[in-house]
């Protein structure tokens, strides 16, 4: 497809459980950014890469999250034992460059419930 | 603390008349601004930005004003259409001050055109 795609679209995991969120960025697109959004706030980042490096990872709220980029394409976020307080929309979104002056294309999300 | 604030999370307007929505930011370190727009259950979508250097940009019915001084910046729709009706968000980045490309967001607000 054209744009970003995010799997799942929906999640529920038990509290406890490890989930991992899937990203296929723009192909070719550089920059790749993960970015949650709790209900009824706006988007707050997490993490970024360009290619395969992380280069800021600051927004990470705990160690129970992960992010990798093994080959500079598709990113998984991995969240472990998760928490009540994970539940979130997880988006990613994926640019050129790391040019902002460029557009930031944003996937659809994953729904993350955890009970 | 929030560094981007939307003050009104809903706003309703008219077919065919003007629509504000208002952004404020605490951060001096911010030198570019952007709107998204966002439909249930998609992502957000990029609108329109502007940067510190300048105090307006316009394209077609969007036009964004940046008031560095008082650290505001509003979006203008003009004329409305229902098709605009969607939750707009407000983001900036301190691109020039040596950080991450990282956008910073706020709250969002729900614009409603009523036909």
């Known amino acids: 497809g054209a744009g970003v795609s995010q799997s799942p679209r929906y999640k529920v995991a038990k509290r406890g459980q490890d989930v991992a969120l899937r990203c296929d960025p723009i192909s070719g697109h550089v920059s790749l950014f993960w970015y949650q959004q709790a209900l009824g706030q706006g988007p707050e980042f997490l993490t970024y890469?360009?290619?395969?490096?992380?280069?800021?990872k600051s927004g990470l709220p705990s160690d129970r999250f992960f992010a990798e980029r093994p080959e500079g394409s598709v990113s998984t976020l991995k969240i472990q034992r998760t928490q009540q307080e994970d539940s979130a929309v997880y988006l990613c979104?994926?640019?050129?460059?790391?040019?902002?002056?460029?557009?930031?294309?944003f996937g659809s999300g994953t729904q993350l419930s955890v009970l | 603390d929030q560094q981007v604030k939307q003050n009104s999370p809903s706003l309703s307007v008219q077919e065919g008349r003007i629509s504000i929505l208002n952004c404020d930011y605490t951060n001096s370190m911010f030198d570019y601004f952007l709107w998204y727009k966002k439909y249930p259950a998609e992502g957000p979508t990029f609108l329109i930005s502007i940067s510190s250097i300048k105090d307006k940009n316009e394209d077609g019915r969007f036009t964004v004003f940046l008031n560095k001084s008082a650290k505001h910046l509003s979006l203008h729709i003009v004329p409305s259409q229902p098709g605009d009706s969607a939750v707009y968000f407000c983001a900036a980045s301190a691109r020039n001050q040596g950080g991450s490309e990282k956008l910073v967001f706020g709250k969002g607000t729900k614009l409603t055109v009523n036909p």
């Open positions: 890469f360009q290619n395969e490096a992380q280069l800021d």
């Open positions: 979104a994926s640019s050129l460059a790391g040019n902002l002056n460029e557009k930031l294309f």
